[in-house]
């Protein structure tokens, strides 16, 4: 039985840039860098040599059930693998979803700060979140990520705080 989930991770080409970017850009909260150069993450990752830094995120609203962290940035300093083109209809490409109460304001705001977005807020207009609004948007390695605002009554309905 799966119980939760404990983190996810994205492998990024610049620890210290992803970690201003999402901490400045997003206001996640770094919580923890470490270096992990031991035997136990090569065997983990299948990448012998492999040398890590690890920087973890959270949140500042949210507190994790299981972990002080929902995101780790890792860089491979040892064992680094190539850049490529991240399209989100390449099989095996995520995204992350984060929800926003304002997307309009937050969307101005990250292109002014230079994000490049691949569409600006979208009205949904089917499905769970029908008339919420949704962009897409990349970080600097090129992972896309989501602002997605619920429609007013689906927030209330979740107990959301509202803009």
């Known amino acids: 039985m799966i119980a939760d989930i404990l983190h996810f991770s994205f492998t990024v080409s610049d620890i210290e840039q992803s970690v201003d970017w999402y901490t400045e850009v997003l206001g996640l909260e770094l919580v923890h860098r470490q270096r992990q150069e031991n035997e136990y993450t090569q065997v983990l990752v299948g990448i012998p040599g492999a040398i890590l830094e690890v920087a973890q995120l959270k949140l500042p609203t949210l507190s994790p059930a299981y972990s002080s962290h929902v995101l780790e940035l890792i860089q491979y300093v040892e064992g680094a693998g190539g850049s490529r ?15 926003v109460t304002d997307i ?3 969307y101005e705001w990250m292109v002014s700060a230079g994000v490049h977005f691949k569409s600006p807020p ?6 769970a979140n029908e008339g ?3 962009c897409y948007f990349t970080d600097p390695d ?4 989501e602002l997605l605002q619920f429609s007013p009554s689906r927030a209330e309905a979740l107990g959301l705080p509202q803009n």
């Open 85 to 99: 083109d991240l399209p989100t209809n390449q099989v095996g490409v995520a995204h992350l979803a984060l929800v």
């Open 104 to 106: 309009h304001a937050r």
């Open 122 to 127: 979208v009205r949904i207009t089917a499905g």
């Open 132 to 134: 919420g609004f949704a």
């Open 142 to 145: 090129g992972i896309t990520l």
